[in-house]
């Protein structure tokens, strides 16, 4: 089970890497950028699992967290769930 200490770490020391991936906003009515999550979420099933961190944007050789766009929705678990 994932504790409060390994979300802080995938925040905090952010790197991709087989369990961790990164991406930049994306808003879940797009489908290309529904196809950037499931690509991600596939590639992390291959190697036994991990997490998608939305919101975060890549800075050289680190990720730092930027705020959601007012033109995209907040990310619900009815919108995650809904069909394209």
Same mark, same amino acid.
């Given at each position: 089970m994932t504790t409060n200490q390994d979300l802080e770490t995938l925040l905090t020391?952010?790197?991709?890497d087989l369990s961790a991936e990164y991406k930049?906003?994306?808003?879940? %009515?797009?489908?290309?950028?529904?196809?950037?999550? !499931?690509?991600? !979420?596939?590639?992390l099933a291959n190697h036994s699992g991990g997490y998608v961190i939305i919101g975060m944007e890549e800075d050289g050789d680190s990720f730092n967290s930027v705020q959601r766009?007012?033109? @995209?929705?907040? @990310? %619900?678990?009815? @919108?995650a769930n809904a069909e394209g």
């Open positions: 020391d952010a790197r991709e930049s906003w994306l808003n879940s %009515t797009s489908n290309e950028h529904r196809a950037v999550f !499931a690509k991600a !979420a596939i590639a766009p007012e033109e @995209i929705p907040e @990310i %619900t678990q009815d @919108i």
